[in-house]
């Protein structure tokens, strides 16, 4: 009895000790719901604002201006000289983002140029040394932050230009980072954590770390200041929240917390003098747009100002800030605190949930817009109410019916308010939850559940800033409800042994470790490969998926199933190959490859991987995947980021061992016609690939 609490403990402590600590998650929670973010470009870059040698420089970020314009650190260093912040009022830029709906600032604490915004024992290169202005901008901001309730976070390059001992500038910005210099990252990001009180974020940005370099600043970070969010462009999956490719907004959920970081014009984040701005509104409703998608996706956004050289913020800036907020104040309830709501194919509305009984509509709205139906496809849920949100309590009620087909209309006036454009926002209040899943996402409780079957459960993974890409970190299914519990076996291939996953229903989640307790060998079918048709991947590895109906060609040097392929880094290759399998069955392969590589078969995302170089060759992937007789698309993207070529190497294989695992799963019966069931990486960081694709959940008669 005492060894079976003892046992009870231990596998209470094992499970508690796997899942982030309740800190984390908690602060995660906190930390999405509020939105909506500044983001501060702010440095010597700012000067000049994007002209040198009285011309503007039209290639690269201005920030960026020393490397894609001025080129030489001593002429670049003089600008220090002029460095008066004059203009810099962290209580005006405090109040600003007040306006705007923001409830937190990142600033540029230090560039890639290497100039700190702040008083460094380790460098004189900074505001308060170098500078006439002789103050310490960051103290300045963090102190206006705090005093005035706004979360204060700090932007740190990880890369340094001024810095002797780091790696030469490569224009990419994504080297390996030296030993010294990673000893005084950390010697600054210990100083920046340590000097001005609470810290809720630290943004990392660019260079390409060990592994171990990232988990010392990461722990680093939470030693100091346990609650400070770390944001994924530390690398190597180390993230208290993912953070997309610059300007990038993701069409799917992503199971962790994540940001868009956005600039008011893709071309630069430092202040641009000769930037071609156009219309105010115009900006205003595109980023407000933008704002809106973030977070019907369960994001943050965070957007950027680049104050001038006097520190003062562009008039222009400031008036899309005020236009934005006059929008996230009217709509505050649909936006703060809100969850990802349903993404509805073939519909146009951004969603977002509250409370798991309401949900925000978020209708496009032109200034022409007319009365219209607004029509929700078939679902459960009873609603009860719905209401035109107006703010200061001129909220109208609206009518709405169901048709008999099952789909919901609600009646929607014309916009009769600027600030109906680019939305009108419609609460939907219901009786439960509502549930938008269509019947045809049900499988049958009798049906084998696989990769094949799934919705992805999906994240953000990035080794470094060339490496993000849409991380498949479990699958999900929607199980019809069955008249007894549910017992499967998990059926999974020995790369898979050892693994821990959690496996959770809507009744409660649980940790398995995969431990087979029976085995089969399992012969595969016959399968003819065709030569690949080829397509050019460049860039960041990720993107799209590959489809059939892409731009696809022959290429006489890309033959079978062994590519090797010589190409800079950061670009690749996209493979086709045409299958013919003769019977229905079962194909397998084992896959080995640098550095990326991404599977689709017949235009679904199976799987993906990238790794960095290691001293020995990574195993191989196996690939296990059921088919039936007749043609099928497996399309790879092949992708090398640290090396001169990208390699693959299919082997296909005859036969593969199945191992198994029973497992029982109460079913639900009280709720719906079916339940979900998902499984997924037992990471706590939950960025990294699971490789759970071969994966399946095999019903007992
Ligand atoms: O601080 C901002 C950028 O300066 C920084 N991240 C954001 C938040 C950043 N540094 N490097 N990168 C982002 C990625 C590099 C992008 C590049 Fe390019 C695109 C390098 C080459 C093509 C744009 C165009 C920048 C240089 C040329």
Not at 20 to 38: I, R
Not at 163 to 168: C, G, H, V
Not at 226 to 253: H, K, W
Not at 578 to 602: C, K, N, Q, R, S
Request: hydrophobic content about 35%.
């Amino acid at each position: 009895m005492k060894r079976d609490i003892c046992l009870k403990l231990l596998s209470i402590f094992l499970v508690v000790g796997l899942l982030p600590s309740k800190v984390n998650a908690q602060n995660g929670l906190e930390w999405k719901d509020d939105a909506f973010s500044m983001f501060i470009h702010y440095g010597l870059y700012s000067i000049p604002g994007g002209v040198w040698d009285g011309k503007p420089v039209t290639r690269g970020y201005s920030e960026q201006i020393l490397a894609f314009g001025v080129h030489f650190m001593d002429w670049y260093e003089t600008l220090a000289k002029d460095f008066t912040a004059k203009n810099f009022d962290a209580e005006k830029i405090v109040a600003l983002a007040k306006t705007a709906g923001m409830r937190s600032i990142v600033i540029t604490s230090k560039h890639h140029d290497g100039f700190c915004l702040f008083g460094s024992d380790y460098t004189t290169y900074n505001t308060v040394d170098a500078t006439p202005a002789k103050r310490d901008i960051i103290g300045e901001l963090s102190k206006a932050c705090h005093d005035n309730g706004m979360r204060f976070g700090l932007y740190f390059s990880l890369i340094d230009w001024h810095y002797p001992p780091a790696m030469p500038i490569s224009s990419h910005n994504a080297d390996p980072i030296t030993p010294e210099h990673h000893q005084y990252n950390l010697n600054q990001v210990r100083e920046l954590l340590t000097k001005y009180g609470q810290v809720d974020e630290l943004w990392f940005d660019m260079g390409s770390l060990t592994a171990s370099q990232s988990k010392e600043l990461y722990d680093l970070v939470h030693a100091i200041q346990p609650n400070c969010m770390v944001s994924g462009r530390l690398g190597n999956d180390y993230a208290d929240f993912s953070v997309m490719a610059d300007n990038e907004y993701p069409n799917y959920i992503i199971d962790k917390p994540w940001q868009t970081a956005a600039s008011m014009f893709d071309e630069t984040w430092g202040y641009r003098s000769w930037q071609k701005r156009g219309s105010v509104e115009k900006k205003a409703l595109e980023k407000f747009s933008s704002l809106v998608e973030v977070v019907s996706k369960g994001g943050k956004y965070l957007l950027n100002i680049g104050p001038m050289g006097d520190g003062g913020v562009v008039p222009f800036e400031e008036d899309v800030l005020k236009e934005i907020g006059l929008r996230t104040n009217r709509y505050k309830e649909a936006i703060y605190a809100t969850e990802a709501g349903p993404i509805l194919d073939g519909f146009d509305y951004f969603i977002t949930s509250k409370d798991d009984r309401n949900l925000y509509l978020f209708v496009p709205t032109t200034h022409n817009s007319q009365a219209m139906e607004v029509l929700l496809p078939p679902h459960e849920g009873k609603l009860k109410r719905v209401t035109f949100l107006k703010g200061d309590g001129r909220d109208e009620k609206l009518k709405f019916r169901k048709l008999t087909s099952g789909e919901s209309v609600i009646n929607l006036p014309a916009p009769s308010h600027t600030l109906e454009v680019p939305f009108r926002v419609i609460k939907l209040e219901y009786k439960e939850k509502p549930d938008f899943t269509t019947s045809s996402s049900i499988v049958r409780s009798d049906v084998t559940l696989s990769a094949k079957n799934a919705q992805l459960v999906s994240s953000h993974s990035s080794l470094d800033y060339y490496c993000g890409f849409r991380s498949i970190v479990g699958y999900k299914w929607n199980v019809e409800a069955a008249p007894v519990d549910y017992i499967y076996d998990i059926h999974f291939t020995e790369s898979d042994v050892g693994k821990k996953v959690i496996i959770q229903t809507d009744l409660d989640q649980r940790e398995v470790i995969l431990k087979p307790s029976d085995q089969t060998t399992v012969s595969t079918v016959k399968s003819n490969w065709e030569n690949p048709k080829v397509i050019p991947v460049r860039g960041i590895f990720g993107g799209e998926v590959l489809t059939t109906n892409e731009g696809w060609t022959k290429r006489e040097d890309m033959l079978g199933l062994t590519i090797k392929f010589n190409c800079p880094s950061r670009r690749g290759l996209g493979l086709l190959y045409e299958i013919e399998v003769e019977e229905d069955g079962w194909i397998a392969m084992d896959v080995t490859y640098h550095d990326g590589l991404m599977l689709f078969i017949d235009d679904t995302y199976v799987w993906g991987n990238i790794h960095r170089p290691q001293a020995k060759p990574n195993k191989p992937t196996r690939i296990v995947y059921k088919l039936q007789k007749g043609t099928h698309y497996v399309a790879f993207k092949l992708y090398n980021r640290f090396s001169d070529n990208a390699e693959m190497k299919i082997s296909l294989l005859d036969e593969f061992t199945l191992f198994e695992q029973p497992i029982a799963l109460k079913c639900n019966r009280s709720k719906n016609n079916y339940m979900s069931i998902v499984v997924k990486s037992a990471d706590p960081y939950r960025a990294r690939p699971a490789e759970l694709q071969n994966i399946q959940l095999v019903p007992r008669e």
